[in-house]
């Protein structure tokens, strides 16, 4: 089979980028320089930002995997995935129907999502109690 007369076309890499992501990138920077000055935590709304698919591929690609990722089931599913920049987490909402409804950046520790409420907290607390007390 001859493939001579195929043409071969070098993809541009930054086809499709708007120019949004590498200042988003910054951004990020930014927020885990006060993350870790201050302790304040914060997210950045992928949605609300003028980012293209080839933007959103790009800053996944430069962010990269980590180590964790938290799978949530209610009301749809939510993934919270850390990046390989511990503090920078990707975060995924979806509705019932599996479309993405919010999709964040949020520099935190932990994902606020994942945080015990006091409220749940003081429920355990109950539960246990329960339990140690039908125990004696």
């Known amino acids: 089979m001859n493939l001579g007369g195929i043409p071969i076309l070098a993809a541009d890499p ?6 949004n992501a590498l200042p988003l ?15 304040e935590a914060g997210a950045l709304d992928l949605h609300s930002l003028p980012l293209t698919p080839a933007d959103r591929a790009w800053l996944k690609a430069r962010l990269g995997e980590g180590e ?12 919270l995935d850390e990046t390989a920049c ?3 987490w990707w975060v995924t909402h979806r ?3 599996g479309a993405v409804s919010v999709e964040l950046i949020e520099v ?8 015990a409420h006091p409220e749940d907290v003081q429920n355990g607390l109950a539960h246990l109690e329960l339990l140690m007390g039908d125990l004696r």
């Open 14 to 19: 930054d086809a499709g980028l708007s120019g």
């Open 25 to 39: 990138l910054r951004e990020i920077a930014e927020r885990l320089k006060r993350l870790l000055a201050t302790g």
């Open 68 to 79: 964790i990722r938290v799978i949530l089931d209610s009301d749809g599913e939510s993934t």
């Open 86 to 88: 511990p503090g920078v």
């Open 95 to 97: 509705n019932l129907h």
């Open 108 to 115: 935190a520790f932990v994902p606020e999502l994942v945080k």
